[in-house]
């Protein structure tokens, strides 16, 4: 670990040997173990870690609604454990669920947090107008909080966290489940108050191109400090090891596959138009010896990223172990399909709510064994497109056939080829995880010994067996995703439906289960998915960019780039073409 540097000037926060420890099931968790850092005055400092890190207890700590088992931490100067109240006097909070009042204004969800916090009335008017003009949501202060974007959502939970100036700033997991151009605008107020108010940020996130943004990074693992410092210091530590693999024609999961079996390799994602690839050892790699079907791929070296280092002490390929799932297909008739092989038509789909058009006019189509991209900002209508594909809303215009079935005449019959995972965990968070997968099983119709297999290939394919008699709600996010996963396949579906499968899930869970979707395709699972996650949406092989329910694009994710290549861009991301496209669908005054 990096020791505390002293600077001169005191921290905003000093953590000092603080260990914390739960009883859990009568069982010993260990969630934090000597952990020492510090907060600077001034500036963003990114708390990293995956899931289970103890991320989210250590901010609790800081703010005093926990105590620390072991150890001492000074916020603004104050012994949290000696005083809490004052420090939560002092500091802004927002936790990962933060408590809007949806039945509330938004103008009312301020006054709620103004008197909690204890502010004058005669200082509110102006803190207010500070902050709606900060949040951009001053022409929506009587709307319903409940019926904000979600990226308006987070922008008021920051704007009732700093309803009382502060001096310092606390935020986990701020951007879970927030699209690219929301994701932007919170970055831009979170450096706006920094640069203009002096304040001191604290912030947790699962994002790894975000720790990049902090000026500072503390980089915990099972309640450890594994590292801390700048993000360049950390990716600095890679120069040489990070490279581009290509080769002809369109291989990169099976190049990412072959890759990732080598000795000596840290990471391997699809990115662009070829592999990422990460090696233990510096130098360019001879890819034949390697793996000698990796003959004619070629590999060019490439600036490493703070991710790099990130998973390079994570030890990821190693923890996230082989995840390439099997699945026992169930062929139905009619023939899964057209003979052109298309598994999924959508024709001029339209969903009305009154006079509200969530979804309007949309058509697409899908091939058997594709993973197919559906991107959007928050409240696009890719959600309730997704309920319509499951037969869980009944359109009000339009046509759907899913496996070769009608939706309108055979809702049940396509169901029974579809796997569906939910945006939120939408298991049974009281029941264990195997009570689970028998109440999914009976749903799905599995009985005798097809149900007693299934489970037990759930349980073994998801290395789910240690934790079968725990309750689902107290699984780490990343093992709540193998369980909702494992049950949307336990019937062997031709098609899968995820919904923003990966939100808040840690970049080991995510690279774990993007194998398994890999793997999933290559056996003709057709793959349907949304995901705020740009990175991912590379994985896709086809995708169409909605906004407010119509269609602004489809393609593949090259020429979704093409389109916005420059003189001043020349490489555009993902990211670069799904912001482009909303502005140009969009007026500078509007709101995302």
């Given at each position: 670990m990096a020791g505390i540097e002293d600077t001169g000037s005191p921290p905003a926060c000093l953590i000092q040997g603080v260990s914390r420890s739960f009883d859990m099931a009568g069982r010993k968790i260990q969630a934090l173990q000597n952990v020492s850092a510090r907060v600077a005055r001034g500036a963003v400092t990114g708390l990293v870690g995956p899931d289970a890190a103890g991320k989210t207890t250590l901010?609790?700590?800081?703010?005093?609604?926990l105590l620390p088992g072991a150890g001492s931490i000074q916020v603004l100067g104050v012994d949290v454990s000696q005083d809490p109240q004052r420090v939560q006097a002092m500091v802004g909070y927002m936790p990962q669920r933060f408590g809007l009042y949806e039945d509330l204004t938004v103008r009312e969800n301020l006054d709620l947090y103004a008197d909690l916090r204890d502010l004058a009335p005669e200082e509110r008017p102006r803190r207010y107008e500070e902050l709606l003009s900060l949040t951009n949501l001053e022409p929506f202060q009587k709307r319903l909080a409940g019926a904000?974007?979600?990226?308006?959502?987070?922008?008021?939970?920051?704007?009732?966290?700093?309803?009382?100036?502060?001096?310092?700033?606390?935020?986990?997991?701020?951007?879970?489940?927030?699209?690219?151009?929301?994701?932007?605008?919170?970055?831009?107020?979170?450096?706006?108050?920094?640069?203009?108010?002096?304040?001191?940020?604290?912030?947790?996130?699962?994002y790894l191109d975000e720790a990049e943004r902090c000026q500072q990074v503390v980089l915990l693992h099972q309640g450890e400090v594994l590292g801390e410092g700048a993000p360049a210091e950390f990716s600095g530590r890679m120069k040489g090891h990070s490279f581009l693999v290509t080769s002809s024609g369109d291989r990169r999961r099976q190049v990412q596959k072959l890759l990732y079996r080598a000795p000596g390799v840290v990471d391997v994602v699809i990115q662009g138009e070829g592999v990422r690839l990460v090696m233990e050892k510096p130098g360019l790699p001879d890819l034949r010896e390697?793996?000698?079907?990796?003959?004619?791929?070629?590999?060019?070296?490439?600036?490493?990223?703070?991710?790099?280092?990130?998973?390079?002490?994570?030890?990821?390929?190693?923890?996230?172990?082989?995840?390439?799932?099997?699945?026992?297909?169930?062929?139905?008739?009619?023939?899964?399909?057209?003979?052109?092989?298309?598994?999924?038509?959508?024709e001029k789909l339209s969903k009305r709510f009154g006079d509200f058009y969530a979804v309007n006019q949309v058509s697409f189509q899908v091939a058997r064994g594709e993973i197919f991209g559906l991107l959007g900002a928050n409240g696009a209508g890719k959600s309730t497109t997704f309920r319509m594909l499951c037969g869980l809303l009944v359109p009000s215009e339009g046509k759907l056939k899913v496996a070769g079935w009608n939706l309108r005449r055979a809702p049940a019959k396509a169901r029974a080829s579809i796997g569906y995972m939910a945006q939120r965990f939408s298991l049974y968070t009281q029941l264990s995880v195997k009570d689970n997968l028998n109440f999914f099983a009976s749903a799905y119709g599995l009985t005798g010994?097809?149900?007693?297999?299934?489970?037990?290939?759930?349980?073994?394919?998801?290395?789910?067996?240690?934790?079968?008699?725990?309750s689902s709600g107290d699984l780490p996010l990343g093992y709540k995703q193998r369980l909702a996963m494992a049950a949307a396949l336990m019937h062997g579906p031709e098609i899968?439906?995820?919904?923003?499968?990966?939100?808040?899930?840690?970049?080991?869970?995510?690279?774990?289960?993007?194998?398994?979707?890999?793997?999933?395709?290559?056996?003709?699972?057709?793959?349907l998915i949304t995901t705020h996650h740009l990175e991912e949406a590379e994985y896709c092989d086809h995708m169409v960019v909605m906004d407010r329910g119509e269609i602004l694009a489809r393609g593949t994710p090259k020429e979704m780039k093409e389109r916005f290549v420059s003189k001043e861009n020349p490489d555009p991301s993902l990211e670069d073409a799904f912001i482009g496209l909303l502005e140009a669908h969009r007026t500078p005054k509007e709101a995302v």
């Open positions: 901010m609790r700590i800081c703010v005093g609604l904000l974007s979600g990226g308006m959502k987070q922008k008021l939970g920051l704007a009732c966290a700093l309803v009382k100036p502060t001096q310092m700033l606390i935020l986990d997991e701020p951007t879970v489940g927030v699209d690219p151009v929301s994701r932007r605008e919170l970055w831009s107020i979170v450096y706006r108050l920094v640069a203009d108010e002096g304040l001191s940020v604290l912030l947790s996130t699962s390697l793996n000698p079907e990796l003959a004619g791929a070629e590999a060019q070296e490439v600036e490493p990223r703070f991710e790099d280092e990130f998973l390079e002490l994570m030890g990821s390929k190693q923890q996230a172990g082989p995840a390439e799932t099997e699945l026992e297909l169930e062929r139905r008739s009619p023939a899964n399909g057209q003979a052109d092989g298309t598994v999924i038509q959508v010994g097809r149900r007693r297999k299934s489970i037990g290939w759930a349980l073994e394919e998801f290395e789910l067996n240690d934790l079968a008699d725990a899968l439906f995820l919904d923003e499968p990966t939100s808040g899930v840690d970049p080991l869970a995510r690279r774990e289960f993007w194998r398994r979707i890999n793997a999933l395709a290559e056996q003709g699972v057709t793959v």
